[in-house]
C-alpha cells in the first residue's frame, strides 16, 4: 500500500511534534556505542523533514537535545554537539531547495560557541524560505520554559506594566518559546516509550499522541505517513462530545 497516497491532504495536523528515541539501544543492538546511533539517527532526521514536507505540514519540530541531556557522559555530549555542527552545515543547502526554515527553541545561549554559530549561520542561510519551518528543540525541557515564562511574567507585573488579574492563558502562551507557533497536532515518539520526557508540556493540552517501537534510526518516511494517517483517524473533541462536534461541522441550509 502507498501510504502518502492515502493521507487527506485537507485534513494534515498544522504541527507535527516528535521525540527521537532509541538511537542509543538501537547502536547496542549493533554492538556499538551509543553516539553510532546517533550518526545513523541523522537518516532519519532527513526521512521525516521531507516526508513532512512532501505532503504539506506547515510545522515539524524535533527534540534535539534536552537540558537533562547535559548529564550524559561528556564524550557523549562532545559528540553530539560536533554532530549538530556537522549536520547543519551539511543540511541547509537541502533545506533551501526545499524551502525550508530553520529555527530553534531552547535555552541555546549555553550551547557550545562552535554550535551556537552553526546554528545561528543555519537560521540565517534559511530565514528567506516560506515552506515548511523545521524546530529544532536544543538544550530544551518544558519545566525550564514554563518557569521562564512565569519569571517574565512576574517581572512584568512587579514594574506596574500588568495586574495579577490579567494574567491568562494568553499572557502565559505569549511568554513561552512557542509563541510563534501553534500548538502540536500530533506528537509521535519512537523506540516504544509512551512519556513526554519534560518537552511541551504546556502546549500539549490537547495533542494526539502516536508511539511506534521502532528505534529512531530505523524511521522511514513510510513510518512518519503512517502517523499521519493513525492522526486521521483520531476524532478532536477538545473536550466537546461528538455530537457537539457534528453540530459544528453541519452546514447551515
Known amino acids: 500500500m502507498d501510504l ?23 547502536a547496542k543492538g549493533q554492538g556499538m556505542p551509543r553516539i553510532y546511533g546517533h550518526h545513523n539517527g541523522v537518516k532519519a532526521v532527513r526521512a521525516c523533514t521531507e516526508a513532512a514536507a512532501e505532503i504539506g505540514i506547515r510545522y515539524l519540530t524535533l527534540y534535539a537535545f534536552s537540558t537533562e541531556n547535559w548529564n550524559r557522559p561528556e564524550q557523549e555530549v562532545n559528540a553530539l554537539m560536533a554532530l549538530l555542527v556537522e549536520t547543519i552545515g551539511q543540511e541547509v543547502k537541502t533545506l533551501n531547495e526545499n524551502n525550508i526554515r530553520l529555527e530553534a527553541i531552547g535555552d541555546i545561549s549555553a550551547l557550545p560557541a562552535a554550535s551556537l554559530q552553526a546554528l545561528k549561520k543555519g537560521m540565517r542561510d534559511t530565514a528567506q524560505n516560506t515552506g515548511m519551518t523545521l524546530i529544532l528543540a536544543l538544550n530544551y525541557s518544558s519545566r525550564w520554559e514554563i518557569t521562564r515564562a512565569t ?3 512576574a517581572s512584568r507585573v ?49 495533542t ?30 477538545y473536550g466537546m462530545t461528538s455530537d457537539q462536534l457534528m453540530m459544528d461541522h453541519t452546514p447551515n441550509i
Not at 499522541?209 to 476524532?235: C, G, H, M, N, S
Open 158 to 206: 512587579k514594574q506596574g506594566l500588568l495586574h495579577p488579574d490579567q494574567i491568562d492563558e494568553h499572557t502565559v502562551q505569549s511568554e513561552l518559546e512557542t509563541h510563534n507557533y501553534p500548538d502540536p497536532d500530533l506528537l509521535i515518539r519512537s523506540s516504544g516509550e509512551q512519556r513526554l520526557s519534560n518537552f511541551l508540556l504546556w502546549q500539549c493540552a490537547y
Open 4 to 26: 502518502k497516497s492515502g493521507i487527506d491532504v485537507s485534513r494534515l495536523p498544522q504541527h507535527v511534534a516528535i521525540i527521537m528515541d532509541g538511537n542509543g539501544r538501537w
Open 208 to 237: 494526539e499522541f502516536y508511539f511506534t517501537p521502532v528505534f529512531w534510526p530505523d524511521i522511514q518516511k513510510k513510518d512518519f505517513w503512517q502517523a499521519i494517517l493513525e492522526y486521521q483517524q483520531r476524532e478532536r473533541r
Open 151 to 153: 519569571r517574565q511574567i
